[in-house]
């Protein structure tokens, strides 16, 4: 498929002096880590509502060849709040399999290819096997001859802000998250769909609609 211009506003690349420029922005809205049955019950009323989650996962850092490890965290960023779904502590398997296979649901994201083969660590032989309606929104941008399509440069490119690196490599698996690391999860998925809704405004989506 051959590439098209973005919109003339919106430049193919952005620079470190540029992005350094750009103003700070981390996830300020509702957050929720669901660790329990009653919390995921709350978590999917408003996720099943929705028409466009924000999706990301975080999966303990490893640090030996050969080590595997599977995810930790799915989040889920809806209009009205971000679900950090503990995926070690409570079994999410029926609930987010039915999410990633709701068509009526779009899920974007950005390297999805990597997310969905670490989820098959988490599901059971046949569970969450038939995602549906996902969108990767770097390879949406390079469609649009975007050259650098990293959460943090489609952050600075298409929403005009900086979002700030920090705990990616720390224990996703503890018992209790830090502030720092319920940020970090929250602000990459809401970020997602901010993109989502940005690439919409603009018309970038056409054709180039969720799988």
Known sequence: MPSTTPPPRFARTISAEEMAALPIRRYEG??????SPAALEH?????????VLGFDTETRPVFRKGESHPPSLAQLATAR???????QRLDCSAALGEILAAHAIVKIGVGLAEDMRQLKLFFAAGEGSNPASFLDAGALARRHGVKQTGLRNLAGIFLGFR??????????AA???SPAQIAYAATDAWVCRE????FEQLG???ADGPA
């Open 175 to 177: 018992v209790r998250l």
């Open 204 to 206: 970038l989506l056409g």
């Open 163 to 172: 979002v700030p690196k920090g705990k990616r490599t720390s224990n996703w």
């Open 81 to 87: 709040a971000v679900y950090l779904l503990a995926l």
């Open 30 to 35: 509702e957050v929720h880590v669901v660790a």
């Open 43 to 51: 978590a999917l009323a408003d996720i099943r509502a929705e028409r």
């Open 195 to 198: 993109l989502f809704l940005c």
